[in-house]
């Protein structure tokens, strides 16, 4: 596609219950993101995917989080067991490789009711 | 600890006037720098990518410089108009193949 796309762009769940959030990263891009924003917060980095290497899961708040990625393309995080602080805006970023410009989706809002 | 600051936090100007957004960071050795555009309940838009081994550069009516000794980077609006009001974010990648750093960001108003 043109652009990164994120699914779905809004998620209410209930405390409790699992979700997974999803990112197609820009066709022929090695490298994938995923940051959180909350409210009034500035972004916080969570996992790095970069081609076949092992992934940078340093940000991960929590071993609720996880994260993988397909086939080098799409990649779903997961969180177990939501919580309310859980509840931000989830954004994904591409880039070409390891070290050029990213490009951010959209984000997935999440509300943990 | 590597961190990125941005000073102001918000800023209101008229239309037309030129303007500069700050950027710092903790460790003058960086891979490179961008910096984005937030529209409120929107995700990240690319303006300005800056190499390490670069001193600015330009896109329309923006222009970034970096000064890697000092820590610093601006972004320069000139002419600013209202569809500029939005959240200006700074981010350092240190080293490739490590996430970007985020500034929290400044909120710039343009009234007409």
């Known amino acids: 596609g043109a652009g990164v796309s994120q699914s779905p762009s809004n998620k209410v769940t209930e405390k409790g219950k699992d979700v997974e959030l999803r990112c197609d990263p820009i066709s022929g891009h090695t490298a994938l993101y995923w940051y959180r924003q909350s409210l009034g917060q500035g972004l916080e980095f969570l996992i790095y995917?970069?081609?076949?290497?092992?992934?940078?899961k340093s940000g991960l708040p929590s071993d609720r989080f996880s994260a993988e990625r397909t086939g080098g393309s799409v990649s779903t995080l997961t969180i177990q067991r939501t919580q309310q602080e859980d509840s931000a805006v989830y954004l994904c970023?591409?880039?070409?490789?390891?070290?050029?410009?990213?490009?951010f989706g959209q984000g997935t809002r999440l509300t943990v009711v | 600890k590597q961190e990125v600051t941005q000073i102001p936090a918000a800023l209101s100007v008229p239309e037309g006037e030129n303007l500069v957004l700050n950027c710092s960071f903790t460790?003058?050795?960086?891979?490179?720098l961008q910096w984005f555009r937030q529209d409120p309940g929107k995700g990240l838009t690319s303006l300005l990518l800056i190499q390490s081994s670069q001193r600015e550069q330009t896109s329309g009516r923006l222009n970034a410089s970096l000064d890697k000794s000092s820590g610093r980077s601006t972004l320069y609006i000139a002419a600013s108009q209202p569809g500029d009001s939005a959240t200006y974010l700074c981010a350092v990648r240190y080293q490739a193949g490590t996430a970007l750093i985020f500034g929290k960001g400044t909120t710039l108003s343009v009234s007409s």
């Open positions: 460790d003058s050795a960086i891979y490179n």
């Open positions: 970023a591409s880039s070409l490789d390891r070290g050029a410009e990213a490009f």
């Open positions: 995917f970069q081609g076949n290497s092992a992934p940078d």
